[in-house]
């Protein structure tokens, strides 16, 4: 198919008194999509040069680049006819930090689940290809849903949106009016979730919805609290001393790490914000004695690519939903950029590169940054592996159900790796991955006491959950494949590591 023009309407510019006008061409096939503004940015730069003064018409750089955003809005193309196994996304927009995690993320909560994908973002352009199936690894058929697809991607990119949430660190912050978000960190225990809820509990506070991880003997949660109305929490006293309670269950006993109660308005999805509870709480440190029970099937590797200025990426480890979210979300709370990348999950092992600069433009420098990469990254991976037996529990909500479930758990030596809890439509919906407190597989006689007590109907076994397990070799592979292989670039000597 050759290349179409569309010709925009000319716009005048009054420039050292003479009027110059501009044609807008914008050119695409199937797969390329690119604006010429070339002559337009070195018109302005050259007037600013001069003296020149564009207030009358943008009072700031910002509204500068506000007015470049607005002549070229991002353009998403759904297609469902060029790949036989997956519906393919194209995205082409104008280039700002953090839009490669805004993408990611809308594919993640419309629980899309990504193939393949192909990133550039280099040159002031983003451009990336997602090759997505649904869950159950089919192509998405509805038109409804692939319109749906194509405005929330819009929506979430375009002009007036915020690619990148602060990294809020929020104490005391006005709640929202349906709920109050209440975020924890703190040293994991046995029975760590049973006695925060009962604390809630016996505060008068419902759990609506939380979601709960735990890694490398840390434990995070963010959860949405309401009173006995049924409304968010607005009283001062009152939630500084939810706060204090809390905060006092998180100590435990364990002095030399600390813990953390935040009452926050929980405008960040809930998964980055415990990426990022998670990463502050340095939770990607092991000791001496860990250092050697590292899941060996993870590989992260970075090598600095001197020619290019990149420092490039390696992520090879089991694929699993949401992998690629969990490290692009990464990349970016640690403040780099990802500049080119190649994602490859078809089979059961995930293949992930990316060629990265630090937000002040330089790669990796020391070894020391180097080896805090990697290890971000694998606790990045690691955090949403739920080891244990999968258990999920429906029925009817009411104030203290949570505190009930777990303090049973809890009573049968059983302690909670991971949690999600949610409320619909007045029904509590909850999974929960749970093993003994010495980290062993769940007895089937404690399991069953343990159901005859809750309900055999409403808690439901739902399997054990997949360790880590060998990938089958595959070839090592870069964004251009045929191009440049990991050993070729070392014995080249255009990739080496950080000194």
């Not at 092991?286 to 060996?296: F, K, T, V, W």
């Not at 990697?374 to 529990?393: D, N, T």
Request: glycine letters at 6%; hydrophobic letters at 35%.
């Amino acid at each position: 198919m050759g290349l179409c023009n569309l010709v925009f309407p000319r716009i005048p510019i009054l420039f050292c008194g003479f009027s110059i006008s501009f044609v807008y061409v914008f050119s695409f096939s199937t797969s390329v999509f690119f604006v010429e503004l070339d002559v337009l940015v070195v018109v302005f730069d050259w007037f600013r040069l001069l003296g020149g003064d564009l207030s009358s018409s943008w009072d700031s750089d910002d509204e500068y680049e506000k007015f470049i955003r607005k002549m070229n809005p991002p353009r998403v193309v759904v297609d469902n006819s060029s790949c036989p196994n997956a519906t393919v996304i194209k995205v082409d927009s104008i280039n700002k930090y953090g839009i490669l995690l805004e993408v990611v993320q809308v594919l993640m909560d419309l629980n899309l689940i990504v193939i393949k994908a192909y990133i550039s973002s280099d040159g002031g352009w983003f451009m990336d290809v997602f090759n997505v199936t649904d869950p159950d690894g089919k192509k998405i058929e509805r038109q409804k849903d692939l319109d749906n697809i194509k405005e929330c991607i819009q929506k979430s990119i375009g002009e007036g949106s915020s690619a990148v949430p602060s990294r809020r660190r929020s104490v005391d912050l006005k709640p929202s009016s349906d709920h109050t978000s209440i975020e924890l960190t703190g040293t994991d225990r046995p029975g760590l979730l049973s006695e925060v809820s009962a604390v809630l509990t016996d505060l008068k506070c419902n759990v609506v919805s939380a979601e709960v991880w735990t890694h490398n003997t840390r434990a995070a949660a963010v959860m949405q609290v309401t009173d006995e109305m049924n409304s968010a929490i607005t009283d001062p006293q009152r939630l500084s001393r939810i706060k204090q309670l809390l905060c006092n269950v998180l100590k435990g006993n364990n002095r030399h790490r600390g813990a953390k109660t935040a009452v926050s308005m929980g405008i960040t999805n809930t998964e980055r914000r415990l990426h990022q509870l998670m990463l502050d709480d340095r939770d990607y440190e092991r000791s001496e004695e860990d250092s050697g029970n590292e899941n060996c099937w993870t590989k992260v590797a970075v090598v600095n690519w001197f020619d290019k200025d990149y420092s490039v990426v390696t992520i090879r480890c089991k694929d699993r939903p949401k992998l690629l979210f969990d490290t692009v979300c990464t990349l970016t709370d640690m403040q780099y950029v990802v500049f080119h990348g190649s994602v490859d999950a078809e089979g059961p092992e995930a293949y992930q590169e990316y060629y990265i600069r630090h937000i002040d433009g330089s790669p990796v420098n020391s070894e020391a940054e180097r080896q805090r990469v990697v290890q971000c990254l694998e606790a990045a991976i690691e955090r949403r592996v739920s080891e244990g037996l999968k258990l999920e529990l429906c029925t009817s909500d009411r104030m203290g159900l949570l505190s009930d479930v777990t303090r049973i758990f809890r009573e049968h030596g059983l302690t909670v790796t991971r949690a999600e809890v949610a409320t619909r439509d007045c029904k509590a919906v909850n999974t929960f991955y749970v093993r003994d407190a010495t980290g062993n597989s769940v007895d089937p006689k404690t399991l069953d006491d343990i159901r005859a007590k809750i309900g055999r109907t409403v808690l439901q076994v739902k399997g054990i959950s997949d360790h880590l397990k060998s990938p089958s070799d595959a070839p090592s592979r870069f964004l251009f494949s045929g191009l440049f292989k990991a050993r070729s670039l070392y014995n080249l000597g255009l990739i080496r590591p950080p000194t």
